[in-house]
């Protein structure tokens, strides 16, 4: 099977390149990052990616909430959220747009291995028995 194709969103360029290495070193192509929500939804038409690991606080005018919605509405494409926020009512808010998953910043390699895989197998089982 192909390599998981993924899109990191992160505000912070130094942190979205390190997660792109991380991800690169475990075996997956990780074209490209984003620093805002309207970056990451163009990216997400340019390049398909079969998940996007999403920080909730981003540059711009849109935070990682509103741009995960827009990218599952639009595109079917599974959202993690990886962030520092960790508060209540950020988690109520994230919960709404159904994420794969929620992991915390600093994060352990080995948890944020295993929320792709099963969000990556979970988004092409559900593909294929949709007939796409």
Not at 5 to 31: C, M
Not at 46 to 53: A, I, R, S
Not at 104 to 126: C, G, M, Q, T
Request: without cysteine; negative net charge; proline residues 4%.
């Amino acid at each position: 099977m192909d390599k998981a194709k993924i899109l990191v969103v992160d505000d912070q360029n130094i942190v979205a390149l390190n997660i792109r290495n991380r991800l690169k070193s475990l075996g997956y192509d990780v074209p490209t990052t984003a620093i805002s929500g309207e970056e990451a939804i163009r990216k997400v038409e340019l390049t398909n990616p079969d998940l996007v690991l999403m920080d909730i606080m981003l540059k711009g005018d849109m935070d990682g909430i509103e741009a995960a919605r827009i990218i599952k509405s639009r595109f079917s494409i599974p959202v993690i959220y990886l962030t520092a926020y960790t508060d209540i009512e950020t988690l109520e808010r994230a919960k709404l747009t159904e994420p794969a998953g929620y992991i915390s910043k600093p994060f352990n390699e080995e948890d944020l291995y295993n929320e792709i895989e099963v969000a990556i197998h979970k988004n092409r089982s559900k593909r294929v028995d949709e007939g796409k």
